[in-house]
């Protein structure tokens, strides 16, 4: 059971494996694009290419559900980003349960965004947690973990790679131990528990009173999604990348200034706390540039403020 990107490396793993995939479960088709066509998960894609069985439920409540997952007879089920909740009818099903693949040190960022959460909290170690679901969220006993270091470079689409491969390698490491019962799952330690939000669209606008490093931190974090941006003469400016200036003293939160070697950036923007320096930037309607060869183009944006 998956869904996007992430679940893939797992799926991939257990079908160059010994085991049997005998279904896969992924979301509904969604529309996508300007064209509005129908676009298959990577799960969906994967699991075609393989001529594997593919259920699509808009819902595991609904009348049929578990009756059709009980007639694959599963051992076993694995879930990687399903974006469902499983009901305990279902979790019931399988002999050794429902392990699930989730990107964060359990009991740390349970939930919807735990790859960007850690970004955003400045971690430098991360992981994968190989769980047995329960009917909570993300609160089922442990398996196994693996740590997965967090570069300054990694944003949410470079970290979700690495978690994925990493999950994927854990998942088939702890499949026969778990199968053999030579491992225990270890309950959760609950007063350790932290959580990590849905993330909306409207998070990635910038809020320059905030400081820079917690604004880098933010545009990393929405990468790929649901990317970083400012207003500069009503247009939305996207921001692809950018770098925390320490040493520069802050002004007018929004104003954009001239930057001099040694500085990383040629400009940059004014913050609650030293300066953002602009790496990459997109304006509406425009391709992606470098920051440098943006304000070549746009004389007057340095001095201007964004919003």
Wanted: aromatic letters at 6%; proline letters at 7%.
């Amino acid at each position: 059971m998956g869904t996007p990107e992430f679940a893939v490396p797992s799926l991939a793993a257990l079908l160059h494996s010994s085991y049997q995939v005998v279904a896969v479960y992924t979301q509904p088709d969604k529309k996508a694009g300007r064209g509005q066509s129908v676009a298959f998960s990577p799960v969906k894609q994967l699991a075609l290419s393989q001529e594997l069985e593919v259920v699509q439920p808009d819902s595991l409540k609904v009348a049929g559900t578990v009756e059709k997952l009980a007639s694959f007879a599963p051992d076993l089920m694995v879930v990687a980003a399903f974006r469902q909740i499983l009901p305990p009818e279902i979790l019931a099903l399988p002999k050794f349960g429902c392990l699930n693949v989730h990107p964060s040190l359990l009991p740390r960022y349970r939930g919807a965004s735990p790859i960007a959460t850690a970004i955003l909290q400045g971690d430098e170690i991360t992981g994968v947690t190989i769980m047995l679901l329960d009917v909570g969220l993300d609160s089922g006993p442990i398996l196994s973990q693996r740590e997965v270091s967090i570069s300054a470079d990694d944003t949410t689409g470079s970290l979700a790679v690495k978690l994925a491969q990493a999950g994927a390698q854990l998942l088939m490491e702890t499949l026969p131990l778990w199968i053999d019962g030579r491992i225990q799952a270890q309950p959760q330690e609950e007063s350790r528990a932290s959580y990590s939000k849905v993330i909306i669209k409207g998070d990635g606008e910038m809020d320059w009173r905030l400081p820079a490093l917690d604004l880098w931190r933010r545009v990393r974090a929405f990468d790929p999604w649901p990317g970083c941006y400012a207003w500069w003469h009503g247009k939305r400016l996207k921001l692809g990348k950018v770098v925390p200036l320490y040493g520069e003293k802050s002004g007018e939160p929004g104003k954009v200034i001239a930057l001099s070697p040694p500085a990383p950036a040629t400009v940059g923007v004014e913050t609650g706390d030293g300066v953002l320096g602009l790496l990459r930037v997109q304006l509406e309607g425009k391709n992606e540039m470098s920051a440098e060869e943006f304000v070549r183009g746009q004389r007057d944006f340095i001095g201007s403020s964004l919003f």
